[in-house]
Protein backbone atom coordinates (compact mmCIF):
# COMPACT_ATOMS: atom_id res chain seq x y z
CA UNK A 1 0.00 0.00 0.00
CA UNK A 2 0.86 3.85 -0.20
CA UNK A 3 3.05 5.20 2.84
CA UNK A 4 3.87 8.91 3.29
CA UNK A 5 6.77 10.23 5.04
CA UNK A 6 6.35 14.09 5.79
CA UNK A 7 9.04 16.35 7.09
CA UNK A 8 9.88 18.10 9.19
CA UNK A 9 7.77 17.00 12.25
CA UNK A 10 7.81 20.72 14.14
CA UNK A 11 9.19 23.93 12.42
CA UNK A 12 9.55 27.63 13.72
CA UNK A 13 9.17 30.90 11.40
CA UNK A 14 9.57 34.23 11.67
CA UNK A 15 6.53 35.93 11.09
CA UNK A 16 7.18 36.91 7.39
CA UNK A 17 9.38 34.18 6.83
CA UNK A 18 8.49 31.83 4.30
CA UNK A 19 7.82 27.83 5.70
CA UNK A 20 7.95 24.61 3.13
CA UNK A 21 6.95 21.07 4.01
CA UNK A 22 8.05 18.43 2.50
CA UNK A 23 6.61 14.82 1.36
CA UNK A 24 7.37 11.87 -0.53
CA UNK A 25 5.07 9.11 -1.09
CA UNK A 26 5.84 5.58 -2.40
CA UNK A 27 2.76 4.10 -4.74
CA UNK A 28 4.20 5.58 -8.24
CA UNK A 29 0.17 5.42 -9.40
CA UNK A 30 -0.89 8.41 -6.65
CA UNK A 31 -2.90 11.06 -8.62
CA UNK A 32 -3.96 13.61 -5.79
CA UNK A 33 -2.56 15.34 -3.18
CA UNK A 34 -4.29 17.11 -0.98
CA UNK A 35 -3.02 19.60 2.29
CA UNK A 36 -4.97 20.05 5.64
CA UNK A 37 -4.17 22.11 7.96
CA UNK A 38 -5.79 21.54 11.31
CA UNK A 39 -5.65 23.97 14.66
CA UNK A 40 -6.06 23.02 17.67
CA UNK A 41 -8.60 21.24 18.90
CA UNK A 42 -10.40 21.62 15.52
CA UNK A 43 -11.53 19.27 12.53
CA UNK A 44 -9.23 18.81 9.21
CA UNK A 45 -9.72 21.38 6.43
CA UNK A 46 -8.46 21.12 3.13
CA UNK A 47 -6.03 24.21 1.92
CA UNK A 48 -4.75 23.07 -1.30
CA UNK A 49 -4.53 20.14 -3.61
CA UNK A 50 -2.96 19.10 -6.83
CA UNK A 51 -3.49 16.44 -8.98
CA UNK A 52 -0.37 14.37 -11.12
CA UNK A 53 -1.08 16.54 -14.23
CA UNK A 54 -0.30 19.41 -12.76
CA UNK A 55 3.30 20.36 -11.07
CA UNK A 56 2.81 23.64 -9.49
CA UNK A 57 -0.45 25.07 -8.05
CA UNK A 58 -0.82 28.52 -6.20
CA UNK A 59 -3.83 30.50 -3.95
CA UNK A 60 -2.51 33.63 -2.46
CA UNK A 61 0.09 33.19 0.00
CA UNK A 62 0.21 28.88 -0.64
CA UNK A 63 1.40 26.96 -3.53
CA UNK A 64 2.19 23.23 -3.91
CA UNK A 65 4.65 21.67 -6.32
CA UNK A 66 4.65 17.84 -7.25
CA UNK A 67 8.34 16.16 -8.30
CA UNK A 68 6.30 12.67 -10.16
CA UNK A 69 9.77 11.65 -10.82
CA UNK A 70 11.13 11.76 -7.45
CA UNK A 71 7.62 11.07 -5.75
CA UNK A 72 7.87 13.93 -3.51
CA UNK A 73 5.77 17.43 -2.94
CA UNK A 74 5.69 20.47 -0.79
CA UNK A 75 3.80 22.88 0.36
CA UNK A 76 4.84 27.03 0.69
CA UNK A 77 3.85 29.23 2.44
CA UNK A 78 5.06 33.27 2.22
CA UNK A 79 4.59 35.86 4.38
CA UNK A 80 3.67 33.49 7.28
CA UNK A 81 1.67 35.17 9.78
CA UNK A 82 0.65 33.77 13.19
CA UNK A 83 -2.71 32.82 12.29
CA UNK A 84 -0.65 30.37 9.89
CA UNK A 85 0.21 28.44 13.41
CA UNK A 86 -1.61 24.98 13.30
CA UNK A 87 -0.71 21.61 12.09
CA UNK A 88 -0.04 20.53 8.25
CA UNK A 89 -0.86 17.18 7.01
CA UNK A 90 0.11 15.76 3.32
CA UNK A 91 -2.07 13.28 1.72
CA UNK A 92 -1.40 11.03 -1.45
CA UNK A 93 -3.94 8.42 -2.99
CA UNK A 94 -4.71 7.26 -6.36
CA UNK A 95 -7.97 6.26 -8.04
CA UNK A 96 -9.89 2.90 -6.91
CA UNK A 97 -13.31 3.36 -8.98
CA UNK A 98 -14.83 3.81 -5.92
CA UNK A 99 -13.69 5.96 -2.82
CA UNK A 100 -10.45 8.01 -2.46
CA UNK A 101 -8.42 6.20 0.05
CA UNK A 102 -6.21 8.73 1.40
CA UNK A 103 -2.87 8.21 3.25
CA UNK A 104 -1.84 10.91 5.41
CA UNK A 105 1.64 12.15 6.36
CA UNK A 106 2.58 12.21 9.95
CA UNK A 107 2.12 16.37 10.13
CA UNK A 108 4.05 19.16 10.59
CA UNK A 109 3.36 21.70 13.35
CA UNK A 110 3.93 24.58 12.56
CA UNK A 111 4.74 27.54 14.73
CA UNK A 112 4.26 31.03 13.30
CA UNK A 113 6.66 33.11 16.07
CA UNK A 114 5.58 37.50 16.34
CA UNK B 1 -18.02 23.80 6.97
CA UNK B 2 -19.66 21.19 5.14
CA UNK B 3 -22.83 19.63 7.05
CA UNK B 4 -21.32 17.14 8.48
CA UNK B 5 -22.26 16.33 12.89
CA UNK B 6 -20.84 13.29 14.97
CA UNK B 7 -22.30 12.23 18.13
CA UNK B 8 -21.02 11.83 20.20
CA UNK B 9 -18.31 14.70 20.28
CA UNK B 10 -16.79 12.97 23.65
CA UNK B 11 -16.96 9.32 25.40
CA UNK B 12 -15.19 7.71 27.95
CA UNK B 13 -15.84 3.78 28.22
CA UNK B 14 -14.51 0.86 29.53
CA UNK B 15 -12.54 -1.66 28.08
CA UNK B 16 -14.88 -4.71 26.91
CA UNK B 17 -18.07 -2.95 26.56
CA UNK B 18 -19.14 -2.13 22.80
CA UNK B 19 -19.42 1.76 21.17
CA UNK B 20 -21.23 3.09 18.41
CA UNK B 21 -20.14 6.08 16.82
CA UNK B 22 -22.45 8.40 14.73
CA UNK B 23 -21.55 10.24 11.27
CA UNK B 24 -24.46 12.56 9.82
CA UNK B 25 -24.58 14.34 6.46
CA UNK B 26 -26.67 16.81 4.76
CA UNK B 27 -24.80 17.10 1.93
CA UNK B 28 -26.20 13.59 0.64
CA UNK B 29 -22.66 13.05 -0.56
CA UNK B 30 -22.07 9.23 -2.06
CA UNK B 31 -18.68 8.93 0.12
CA UNK B 32 -17.98 8.67 3.66
CA UNK B 33 -14.80 7.46 5.47
CA UNK B 34 -14.03 6.62 9.01
CA UNK B 35 -10.52 7.79 10.37
CA UNK B 36 -8.66 7.61 13.47
CA UNK B 37 -6.21 10.52 14.50
CA UNK B 38 -2.95 9.61 16.87
CA UNK B 39 -0.31 11.37 18.08
CA UNK B 40 3.13 10.46 15.64
CA UNK B 41 -0.04 9.29 13.08
CA UNK B 42 -1.72 12.07 11.31
CA UNK B 43 -5.15 10.17 9.99
CA UNK B 44 -5.51 6.75 9.32
CA UNK B 45 -8.10 5.00 7.37
CA UNK B 46 -10.29 2.38 9.31
CA UNK B 47 -13.57 2.00 6.48
CA UNK B 48 -15.40 3.84 4.22
CA UNK B 49 -18.59 3.63 2.31
CA UNK B 50 -19.33 3.97 -1.20
CA UNK B 51 -23.34 4.00 -1.16
CA UNK B 52 -25.73 2.74 1.07
CA UNK B 53 -24.69 -0.99 1.96
CA UNK B 54 -21.58 -0.76 0.67
CA UNK B 55 -18.35 -0.62 2.66
CA UNK B 56 -14.83 -1.67 2.81
CA UNK B 57 -11.65 -1.91 5.11
CA UNK B 58 -8.85 0.59 5.65
CA UNK B 59 -5.61 0.35 6.87
CA UNK B 60 -6.80 -0.22 10.24
CA UNK B 61 -10.01 -1.81 10.05
CA UNK B 62 -8.83 -4.56 12.69
CA UNK B 63 -11.26 -4.40 15.50
CA UNK B 64 -13.93 -1.96 13.96
CA UNK B 65 -17.38 -2.72 11.96
CA UNK B 66 -19.32 -0.24 10.02
CA UNK B 67 -22.79 0.06 8.74
CA UNK B 68 -24.29 2.53 6.14
CA UNK B 69 -28.38 2.01 6.02
CA UNK B 70 -29.11 5.08 4.79
CA UNK B 71 -27.23 7.84 2.63
CA UNK B 72 -26.76 10.09 5.02
CA UNK B 73 -25.81 7.91 8.09
CA UNK B 74 -22.45 5.97 8.38
CA UNK B 75 -21.98 3.76 12.13
CA UNK B 76 -18.83 2.60 13.21
CA UNK B 77 -19.26 0.01 15.81
CA UNK B 78 -16.11 -1.18 18.37
CA UNK B 79 -17.60 -4.33 19.42
CA UNK B 80 -15.72 -4.66 22.58
CA UNK B 81 -13.69 -1.82 23.41
CA UNK B 82 -10.09 -1.84 24.43
CA UNK B 83 -7.28 0.73 25.33
CA UNK B 84 -5.60 0.82 22.15
CA UNK B 85 -8.90 2.21 20.56
CA UNK B 86 -8.46 5.12 22.49
CA UNK B 87 -8.27 8.38 20.23
CA UNK B 88 -10.09 10.88 18.14
CA UNK B 89 -12.36 9.44 15.22
CA UNK B 90 -12.91 11.62 12.22
CA UNK B 91 -16.01 11.06 9.95
CA UNK B 92 -15.38 12.78 6.25
CA UNK B 93 -17.32 12.59 3.17
CA UNK B 94 -16.44 13.14 -0.33
CA UNK B 95 -18.78 13.89 -3.42
CA UNK B 96 -16.60 12.06 -5.90
CA UNK B 97 -17.06 13.33 -9.40
CA UNK B 98 -15.25 16.21 -10.76
CA UNK B 99 -14.01 16.53 -7.44
CA UNK B 100 -12.03 14.17 -4.40
CA UNK B 101 -12.36 16.93 -1.50
CA UNK B 102 -12.56 14.85 1.66
CA UNK B 103 -14.96 17.29 4.10
CA UNK B 104 -14.28 16.53 8.13
CA UNK B 105 -16.58 16.35 10.69
CA UNK B 106 -15.79 17.79 13.84
CA UNK B 107 -14.82 14.58 15.66
CA UNK B 108 -15.38 11.95 18.56
CA UNK B 109 -12.92 11.93 21.09
CA UNK B 110 -13.02 8.26 22.58
CA UNK B 111 -11.02 6.84 25.67
CA UNK B 112 -11.14 3.22 27.00
CA UNK B 113 -10.26 2.82 30.75
Known amino acids: GENVEQHPSTLSVQEGDSAVIKCTYS??????FPWYKQELGKRPQLIID?????GEKKDQRIAVTLNKTAKHFSLHITETQPEDSAVYFC?????????????FGSGTQLTVLP | DAGITQSPRHKVTETGTPVTLRCHQT?????MYWYRQDPGHGLRLIHYSYGVKDTDKGEVSDGYSVSRSKTEDFLLTLESATSSQTSVYFC????????????FGPGTRLTVL
Open chain 1, 50 to 54: IRSNV
Open chain 1, 27 to 32: DSASNY
Open chain 2, 27 to 31: ENHRY
Open chain 1, 91 to 103: AASRSSGSARQLT
Open chain 2, 92 to 103: AISDGGSTDTQY
